[in-house]
């Protein structure tokens, strides 16, 4: 079965870095999001994206956070300058059809020092 | 503000105990709910999904679900559960945003750890 696939599985950056997250989501998927979970928290929806431009997005999702989608394949979230408080398991997810279930990767886990 | 509310935490239970996890959402329109199971070190998976019809939906490994509309909960339920459901239980929802084309964003309850002891 066709899988989300997120790289790195764990990213550790210093404070005030940039980092980008991976997605490679499913091939004939149009519809993507990030999510993120705190750690002893719920699972947060950030942002999504359909035909190349943000269909909708959450109060977390700020200035600092951007996405794109660069080529065909890739789904990409980036955090211009991190803070602490953005350390958490980031979720890729995609679906072909917005009324249908949405498919997770494995997360990548983001550690900020 | 749209919610979704899991009542339990962490639960423990003996193999071959029933299962019954709560969930309850906050709004009153139009809903699709899903509950998503995340085994140790995975990714989250789709245990079952409501959208329309029969309110008893039925899932993979045994488990099922009662979409109750007056009582805004989507229980889910498991009649013997085994060594290897202990993972950690999601109740989701997504909310009809009409004015935005349609369904988007999956709002996650806080999770249900479930810890099954042989």
């Known amino acids: 079965e066709p899988e989300v696939t997120q790289t790195p599985s764990h990213q550790v950056t210093q404070m005030g870095q940039e980092v980008i997250l991976r997605c490679v989501p499913i091939s004939n998927h149009l519809y993507f999001y990030w999510y993120r979970q705190i750690l002893g928290q719920k699972v947060e929806f950030l942002v999504s994206f359909y035909n190349n431009e943000i269909s909708e997005k959450s109060e977390i999702f700020d200035d600092q956070f951007s996405v794109e989608r660069p080529d065909g394949s890739n789904f990409t979230l980036k955090i211009r300058s991190t803070k602490l408080e953005d350390s958490a398991m980031y979720f890729c997810?995609?679906?072909?059809?917005?009324?249908?279930?949405?498919?997770f990767g494995d997360g990548t886990r983001l550690s900020i020092l | 503000a749209q919610s979704v509310s899991q009542h339990n935490h962490h639960v423990i239970l003996s193999e071959a105990a029933s299962l019954e996890l709560g969930c309850n959402y906050s709004?009153?329109?139009?809903?699709?709910l899903f509950w998503y199971v995340q085994y140790p070190g995975q990714h989250l998976q789709l245990l079952l999904k409501?959208?329309?019809?029969?309110?008893l939906v039925k899932g993979i490994k045994g488990f099922e679900a009662e979409f109750i509309k007056s009582k805004f909960s989507f229980n889910l339920r498991k009649p013997s559960v085994q060594w290897s459901d202990t993972a950690e239980y999601f109740c989701a929802v997504k909310y009809s945003r009409l004015n935005s084309g349609g369904y988007q964003k999956v709002t996650f309850g806080i999770g249900t750890k479930l810890q099954v002891i042989p």
């Open positions: 709004y009153g329109g139009t809903v699709n």
């Open positions: 409501y959208f329309s019809g029969d309110p």
């Open positions: 997810a995609s679906t072909w059809e917005v009324y249908q279930p949405q498919h």
